[in-house]
């Protein structure tokens, strides 16, 4: 079987090192790939969100599936797109993948569904914005509608710092027209968690859940980035945790989408929050998170090909998904400067690595026969081991092995699910 995988940052190469231990598995194709997913995939010369490019390379390579990771392509129909032109896909149409293209519509789907969110207000005149957090409650979060390279959230702690929130989204337009509406909410405390899913529409199987470390420093300090880390399983996602969020967010979810006459297809990623009130959701992905992909898709059991396959044809009901029992933990090293600027095109070196061990290429490029540092994540060093302990010290053992110049990486990754623990126990 040829498959192609649009995209290509980290969970794009997790994905592909999953897929390729199913015999099955012929060539891989990644759109647009990276230099270190072209170790073990073919990847070729057309960008992610050049859809009909990217229709007209399957074609030309007789692809028999499509993975489609990232949320831009998704967002703007590419599983659309590749279904019309008889591609099998994995991945949710664009009226599914709306869940995440439009903060608006997930919170009015969760309203109708009464599906636990924060509370929130939407906005498409910018006058009757400032208005409202004159008088919010402090703080408060201010959402823009769509997509935003997952920047498009801002925290106000004053109500300065609201109307400017307000005022760079829906005048400035700082994130383009994704703030031509925004959503003002409730902020909500407590722990979070990450639970990737995969659903076939009707069924839903929640993979092993997930700790994002998003802010760039040490101690949640730093600038927000698209993740500096992440540990699975979660210890604050307790089995009785998982109960209720099956029962009153995951199951409903799902119905809500085949109610609307969207029915979700893929992985529906659920961003949680622990609150006191109960688990509620913070955010939908329409896709595998990353950096989450590179701790929970090395604990899977199995093959990833089967159960994409199942997904794609509506058969999820009949596929076993085992994940481990075992921990990972996946440390990024990014390039110094990064979420801001940077420089790039530092030769890395690779270590040879052990079977629970992975190194998930992001942003680097291949030049002259070496690999060269080419974005802010450059990769991800991940270890499977029994404990939760045992893996971050193997993956920050794996990741002292790995160089290249003006690299850097948190060194608390995981600390807070130790923590966790310490005070479950
Ligand atoms: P998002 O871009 O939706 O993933 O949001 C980024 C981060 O902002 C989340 O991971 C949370 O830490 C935080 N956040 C979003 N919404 C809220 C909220 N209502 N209350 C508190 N924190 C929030
Ligand atoms: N790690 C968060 C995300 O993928 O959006």
Same mark, same amino acid.
């Given at each position: 079987?040829n498959?192609?995988v649009?995209?290509?940052?980290?969970?794009?190469h997790?994905?592909i090192?999953?897929l390729?231990?199913?015999?099955?598995a012929?060539?891989?194709?990644?759109l647009?790939?990276n230099?270190?997913?072209?170790?073990?995939?073919?990847c070729?010369?057309?960008?992610a969100?050049?859809?009909?490019g990217?229709v007209?390379?399957?074609?030309a390579?007789a692809?028999?599936f499509v993975v489609v990771?990232?949320?831009?392509p998704?967002?703007?129909?590419?599983?659309d797109?590749?279904?019309?032109?008889?591609?099998?896909?994995?991945g949710p149409?664009?009226?599914?993948?709306?869940?995440?293209?439009?903060k608006?519509?997930?919170?009015?789907?969760?309203?109708k569904y009464?599906?636990?969110?924060?509370a929130?207000e939407?906005f498409s005149d910018?006058?009757?914005?400032?208005?409202?957090?004159?008088?919010?409650p402090l703080?408060?979060?201010?959402?823009?509608?769509?997509?935003?390279?997952?920047?498009?959230?801002?925290i106000?702690e004053?109500r300065?710092?609201?109307r400017?929130a307000?005022r760079?989204m829906?005048?400035?337009?700082?994130f383009g027209?994704?703030?031509?509406?925004v959503v003002i909410?409730?902020f909500?405390?407590g722990?979070?968690?990450?639970?990737l899913?995969?659903t076939?529409?009707?069924?839903?199987v929640?993979m092993v859940?997930?700790m994002?470390?998003?802010?760039?420093l040490?101690?949640?300090q730093?600038?927000?980035?698209?993740?500096?880390?992440t540990v699975?399983?979660n210890?604050?996602y307790?089995?009785?945790?998982?109960?209720?969020?099956?029962?009153?967010?995951?199951l409903p979810?799902?119905?809500a989408?085949?109610?609307?006459?969207?029915?979700?297809q893929?992985?529906l990623?659920?961003?949680?929050?622990?609150?006191?009130?109960?688990?509620?959701?913070?955010?939908?992905?329409?896709?595998?998170?990353?950096?989450?992909?590179?701790?929970?898709?090395?604990l899977l059991?199995?093959s990833?090909?089967?159960i994409?396959?199942?997904v794609?044809?509506?058969? =999820?009901?009949? @596929? /076993? $998904?085992?994940f481990?029992?075992?921990?990972a933990?996946?440390?990024?090293? &990014?390039?110094q !400067?990064y979420p801001?600027t940077?420089e790039?095109?530092?030769?890395i070196?690779?270590?040879?690595?052990g079977a629970?061990?992975?190194?998930?290429?992001?942003?680097?490029?291949e030049?002259?026969?070496r690999?060269?540092?080419s974005?802010?994540?450059? =990769?991800?060093a @991940? /270890? $499977?081991?029994?404990?939760?302990?045992?893996?971050?010290?193997?993956?920050y &053992?794996?990741a !002292?092995?790995i160089?290249?110049?003006?690299a850097?990486?948190r060194?608390?990754i995981?600390?807070?699910?130790?923590q966790?623990?310490?005070?479950g126990?």
């Amino acid at each position: 079987m040829n498959i192609l995988v649009i995209g290509g940052g980290g969970r794009e190469h997790a994905i592909i090192r999953k897929l390729k231990e199913d015999p099955r598995a012929e060539t891989i194709y990644a759109l647009p790939g990276n230099g270190g997913i072209a170790a073990g995939a073919v990847c070729g010369g057309v960008g992610a969100c050049d859809i009909p490019g990217m229709v007209d390379f399957a074609k030309a390579h007789a692809v028999d599936f499509v993975v489609v990771a990232p949320d831009d392509p998704l967002v703007l129909g590419a599983v659309d797109a590749f279904t019309a032109a008889g591609f099998p896909c994995f991945g949710p149409r664009k009226d599914a993948a709306a869940i995440e293209g439009s903060k608006v519509f997930a919170k009015e789907l969760m309203k109708k569904y009464h599906i636990p969110t924060a509370a929130y207000e939407v906005f498409s005149d910018l006058a009757a914005a400032l208005d409202y957090v004159e008088h919010c409650p402090l703080p408060t979060v201010v959402k823009a509608d769509g997509l935003a390279l997952g920047k498009g959230v801002l925290i106000c702690e004053t109500r300065e710092a609201a109307r400017e929130a307000v005022r760079s989204m829906m005048e400035g337009r700082i994130f383009g027209e994704s703030g031509a509406r925004v959503v003002i909410e409730e902020f909500l405390t407590g722990p979070e968690v990450s639970v990737l899913s995969f659903t076939d529409g009707e069924t839903v199987v929640p993979m092993v859940s997930s700790m994002d470390h998003k802010r760039a420093l040490d101690g949640d300090q730093g600038l927000n980035t698209g993740g500096m880390g992440t540990v699975a399983p979660n210890p604050y996602y307790t089995p009785e945790i998982a109960a209720a969020c099956m029962e009153a967010i995951f199951l409903p979810t799902i119905q809500a989408m085949r109610a609307e006459g969207r029915p979700f297809q893929g992985c529906l990623y659920f961003g949680l929050m622990l609150t006191a009130d109960g688990p509620k959701v913070i955010e939908y992905n329409c896709r595998f998170g990353d950096p989450e992909t590179q701790v929970v898709l090395p604990l899977l059991e199995g093959s990833l090909l089967e159960i994409m396959l199942a997904v794609s044809e509506g058969r =999820l009901a009949d @596929t /076993a $998904v085992r994940f481990s029992g075992k921990s990972a933990c996946c440390v990024i090293l &990014a390039s110094q !400067g990064y979420p801001q600027t940077y420089e790039k095109g530092f030769p890395i070196s690779l270590p040879e690595t052990g079977a629970d061990e992975h190194i998930y290429i992001a942003g680097a490029a291949e030049k002259d026969g070496r690999l060269v540092t080419s974005g802010g994540r450059v =990769l991800g060093a @991940t /270890a $499977v081991a029994d404990t939760l302990p045992a893996a971050i010290e193997r993956a920050y &053992a794996l990741a !002292g092995r790995i160089h290249f110049d003006n690299a850097y990486c948190r060194r608390d990754i995981g600390q807070r699910a130790l923590q966790a623990m310490k005070e479950g126990a």
